[in-house]
Nanobody, 127 residues
Framework: QVQLVESGGGSVQAGGSLRLSCARS????????MSWFRQAPGKAREGVAA???????RVADSVKGRFTVAQDGAKTTLYLYMSGLEPDDPALYSC?????????????????????WGQGTQVAVSS
């Protein structure tokens, strides 16, 4: 059973930074697409960033220049480095993954392509 476990959420002041982590179980496939999605109350889920284990990565235009996605050396933990947090950023941030999906520019934001999801971690931004 593949598990994705997020951590690192919290509350920061506007302009502040957070690092989110998503660890997947070590028995998962060695090649993997992992992504971050977020959903604020009353809004649709939005793809924030994606990374494939070969290094392919993308971030959404709404966070480009502020958020960075990366993985650890073992390629089992996905990170989302968030800086310059703004009032539009608060949401439940969830990690999603799938070993059978190779992402593209037109597909990585499609949440239905991911079969495994974490429980989410809340991010709040105060002014």
């Amino acid at each position: 059973q593949v598990q994705l476990v997020e951590s690192g959420g919290g509350s920061v002041q506007a302009g502040g930074s957070l690092r989110l982590s998503c660890a997947r179980s070590k028995y998962a496939a060695s090649t993997y697409c992992m992504s971050w999605f977020r959903q604020a109350p009353g809004k649709a889920r939005e793809g924030v960033a994606a990374l494939y284990t070969d290094g392919w990565k993308r971030v959404a235009d709404s966070v480009k220049g502020r958020f960075t996605v990366a993985q650890d050396g073992a390629k089992t933990t996905l990170y989302l480095y968030m800086s310059g947090l703004e009032p539009d950023d608060p949401a439940l941030y969830s990690c999603a993954g799938d070993p059978a999906f190779y992402p593209g520019d037109g597909t990585w934001r499609d949440d239905f392509r991911y079969n495994y999801w974490g429980q989410g971690t809340q991010v709040a931004v105060s002014s």
